[in-house]
């Protein structure tokens, strides 16, 4: 009989332990160790291990790989183009956000467009996955589909069928008999991923694994995947927009900086090919307390509206409340127009919130997020045509932000013609009226002030928005 050994694994970092202890020494998780049974196997003898040469890195053959274009561009430009054959990708995300729809969505187009792909549904029964399928409309014969959550069968089919691409959905479900663990306990998890990840280097298929992870990171999430695979996505959004945002936590085939904006509808997802369209169609111009910030997502510029609401509070200690922006930064700039501008609210309750679920965190928010404070305490609301970009510091003072020129050119692409920035960051935008402030005051005063005139050079592209526009 082989020789077997109890250990408690960290189901966040995947470090073990003899024995249980409260907190994973490598990773610093509570409660993260989990009891597991493993085999200790014989260590081969030195006869028998294969010869493993070095060579120099310039004399190694350069890898040649092409991505597989899913159909699906906001997914795509996530991915760096595509799928690449051979590669592991893991679907990340909380239960019911959409992951699984997003999976069979691009696996029915990619069977549209001649690609072999597999679904294995180790969750529902076949008939439930062709309903939906149904319901989106990605039936074709090329997209093929097993319900089974045992490994060996999931491994025998993929032999069978030889896929392009095949989606496990979802990883937590599948199991190997020879294990005798349950399904979902850390030693199944990682076994199944590491057979598919063989599998996949083996074959050339490209695996899209699917898994759940709540929000205190419960067992078998997918940071005890992280290191096995190639690329880590995040689906992320509120249950109760129908907004939905895809990053790419880690990517050995491409950047990691790019950002996909999908929107939840009844027939399954659909990308948004302008978000600042979607965060802004809504938006009501003349209330107090409104400003559109220009966020930068990776690489991408949108533009999001900040509201700020302040009432009269209840003796004892005023609420703050922030949903979407950084709340320990929002006490910081309460903090700076007290002591730098003279406006205070300490007696007051201020809720700050980025419409729409966006994340409209960072520094750059900071003038944005005073300015929208200022007309709320006010009354007086800031012009709908302005965008509000700068960092504040604790003197008062604002400092320049990254990326300027493509959050402007945002702004002007959406038909706004102000835009305050600080001292240090003043360019030239065409269509955008650029108003350098050295300060928060100085930057209250050019919000209220007339409107400046916009520079002769940026009128011709101001009426062609206008022409397009009207078209």
């Known amino acids: 009989m082989p020789r077997c050994r109890t250990v408690h694994r960290c189901r966040d970092c995947g470090a073990t332990s003899p024995k249980w202890v409260g907190r994973c020494g490598t990773c610093a998780a509570w409660g993260s160790l989990v009891e597991e049974v493993e085999e200790l196997a014989a260590p081969p003898a030195r006869a028998d291990r294969a010869l493993v040469r070095a060579e120099p890195i310039t004399e190694v053959a350069p890898g040649q790989w092409q991505p597989t274009a899913t159909g699906l561009p906001e997914l795509d430009r996530v991915l760096g183009g595509g799928l690449v ?214 690489h991408r510029p949108l533009l999001v509206e900040i509201q700020a609401l302040v009432a009269p509070s209840l003796p004892g200690q005023p609420r703050r409340s922030a949903q979407g922006v950084d709340g320990g930064r929002l006490n910081l700039l309460l903090a700076v127009l007290d002591k730098r501008v003279g406006l205070s609210l300490a007696d007051a309750e201020v809720y700050v919130s980025a419409v729409g679920g966006a994340d409209a965190g960072g520094p750059a928010t900071d003038a944005g997020i005073v300015l929208a404070l200022a007309s709320a305490r006010s009354g007086v609301a800031l012009p709908a045509d302005l965008v509000a970009c700068a960092e504040v510091g604790l003197g008062g003072e604002l400092r320049q932000v990254v990326q300027l020129p493509r959050r402007l050119a945002e702004a002007a692409r959406l038909g706004f013609t102000r835009a305050i920035v600080a001292a240090s960051d003043a360019i030239d935008v065409p269509g955008l009226a650029v108003q350098p402030a050295a300060t928060v005051e100085q930057a209250l005063q050019l919000a209220t002030g007339p409107a400046p005139r916009l520079p002769p050079r940026a009128l011709p592209r101001s009426g062609a928005r206008e022409r397009r526009s009207t078209s």
């Open 85 to 298: 054959p051979g590669s592991v990708t893991l679907l990340g995300g909380e239960p019911g956000i959409g992951k699984s729809t997003l999976v069979l969505e691009a696996a029915g187009t990619l069977a549209a467009a001649g690609v072999r792909t597999l679904y294995v549904s180790a969750e529902e029964s076949a008939a439930q996955v062709r309903a939906r399928a149904e319901r989106l409309g990605v039936l074709h014969p090329e997209l093929w589909l097993v319900a089974t959550g045992q490994l060996p069968e999931v491994l025998d089919v993929m032999a069978d069928v030889a896929p392009a691409v095949t989606v496990v959905d979802s990883v937590q479900m599948l199991t190997d008999p020879d294990l005798g663990s349950a399904a979902g306990s850390v030693a199944q998890v990682r076994e199944g991923a590491q057979r598919l990840v063989a599998e996949a280097k083996a074959t050339g298929t490209a695996v899209v694994l699917v898994g759940h992870v709540t929000k205190d990171g419960a067992l078998a999430g997918p940071r005890l995947l992280e290191h096995v695979v190639d690329t880590v996505l995040s689906f992320e959004g509120d249950r109760h927009h129908a907004l939905r945002l895809l990053r790419a936590v880690k990517h050995r085939y491409g950047a990691t900086g790019d950002l996909g904006v999908f929107e939840m509808t009844g027939r399954g997802v659909s990308g948004v090919a302008d978000p600042s369209r979607l965060f802004l169609a809504d938006r009501r111009p003349g209330i107090p307390g409104s400003v559109v910030v220009p966020v930068l997502q990776g």
